[in-house]
């Protein structure tokens, strides 16, 4: 069975801090990972990775995704107050009836205090 | 353009009553997937329906299904709700089927809520 593991669970951090969120996962024919944030309702697409060693990045936001140690991480700098939320982590990969899926880690639940 | 829109926003139902819920897509996005969140278990893929067809499917009891019609919206059954039901229900359309080779992301709608009491 596909899993995906985030970690931490959830963090609170000062404005300006610079937080790294971790993503492992074990699944069957990987094809790719993506990140999401979701504030309070609709998850929103930040990152799609497939590449080992790419780092992709959108302004105070940066990923990287290892297939070799299967895992991912998603570093925010300087955070601010509007980056609090939880962010998703998901993985594809082929399920059990032979179909791509994605599979999504519990989140990390970031809160950014002034 | 229009994003992903699921009706109704918040319900509550009582244990054994059955629930639709319904979901409209991105103009020209012919993929569907439902989603289950709860605290508990976060995001759980319930099915995918691409073209009116069901693609994929997660592992859920019986009691929850879908549909697709033509225009590709879709609704989500569930039938003789339990209190575990009470859930956030997520959609996502997609350009393309989960299973072709070009992925692409998932948008999202803001969701259903479901209280079962």
């Known amino acids: 069975e596909d899993k995906v593991v985030q970690s931490p669970l959830s963090l609170v951090v000062h404005e300006g801090d610079t937080v790294t969120l971790n993503c492992s996962y074990e699944?069957?024919?990987?094809?790719?990972l993506l990140w999401y944030k979701q504030e309070k309702k609709a998850p929103t697409f930040l990152f799609m990775l497939?590449?080992?060693?790419i780092e992709k990045k959108s302004g105070r936001l940066s990923s990287i995704l290892d297939k070799k140690e299967l895992f991912s991480i998603l570093n925010i700098t300087a955070t601010q107050t509007g980056d609090s939320a939880v962010y998703l982590c998901?993985?594809?990969?082929?399920?059990?009836?032979?179909?791509?899926?994605?599979?999504f880690g519990k989140g990390t639940k970031l809160s950014v205090i002034p | 353009k229009a994003g992903v829109t699921q009706t109704p926003r918040y319900l509550i139902k009582t244990r054994g009553q059955q629930v639709t819920l319904s979901c409209s897509p991105i103009?020209?996005?012919?993929?569907v997937s439902w989603y289950q969140q709860t605290p508990g278990q976060g995001l759980q893929f319930l099915f995918e329906?691409?073209?009116?067809?069901?693609?994929n499917k997660g592992n859920f009891p019986g009691r929850f299904s879908g549909r697709q019609f033509s225009n590709s919206r879709s609704e989500m059954n569930v039938s003789t709700l339990e209190l575990g039901d009470s859930a956030l229900y997520l959609c996502?359309?997609?350009?393309?089927?989960?299973?072709?080779?070009?992925?692409?992301?998932?948008?999202f709608g803001e969701g259903s809520r479901l209280t079962v009491l």
């Open positions: 996502a359309s997609s350009l393309y089927s989960r299973n072709r080779a070009n992925t692409g992301e998932l948008f």
């Open positions: 699944v069957t024919n990987f094809r790719s």
């Open positions: 497939t590449s080992s060693g």
């Open positions: 998901a993985v594809e990969g082929i399920s059990g009836a032979g179909s791509y899926q994605l599979t």
């Open positions: 103009s020209g996005h012919r993929s």
């Open positions: 329906y691409f073209s009116e067809t069901q693609r």
